[in-house]
């Protein structure tokens, strides 16, 4: 069982940044790949960012590729997201997960993919 918890969303106007964190306990991550999703009102779930369980691999969803990039820190059993040049579009909930493999294959962009989440982190951004 691994336990996922974000940290660091917030209220920023547009333009700014945000960084964000999830911490992992339970198990190491190292053998996952792991995720970044968000959610807006009235929306559904998609993809923002994910790492291979070495780091040797991201992707980014076009909608924020180069705003919102992934890292990990197996060392410490982390997860960031580090946000710039925020939009207002970009208010959602963000939640990381742990994929179901350690390389980024598949349908890693599903939500389905994915085994443990986090609960989430609120980010509004003001126009």
């Known amino acids: 069982q691994v336990m996922l918890e974000e940290s660091g969303g917030g209220l920023v106007q547009a333009g700014g940044s945000l960084g964000l964190s999830c911490a992992a306990s339970g198990r190491p991550i190292s053998v996952y790949a792991m995720g970044w999703f968000r959610q807006a009102p009235g929306k559904g779930r998609e993809i923002v960012a994910a790492?291979?369980?070495?780091?040797?691999?991201?992707y980014s969803a076009d909608s924020v590729k180069d705003r919102l990039i992934i890292s990990r820190d197996n060392a410490k059993n982390t997860v960031s997201l580090q946000m710039s040049n925020l939009r207002p579009d970009d208010t959602a909930v963000y939640s990381c997960?742990?994929?179901?493999?350690?390389?980024?294959?598949?349908?890693?962009?599903?939500?389905?993919?994915?085994?443990?989440w986090g609960e989430g982190t609120q980010v509004t951004v003001s126009s």
């Open positions: 790492i291979s369980h070495d780091g040797a691999r991201t």
């Open positions: 997960a742990a994929g179901t493999r350690a390389f980024l294959t598949g349908p890693f962009t599903s939500a389905s993919w994915y085994k443990y």
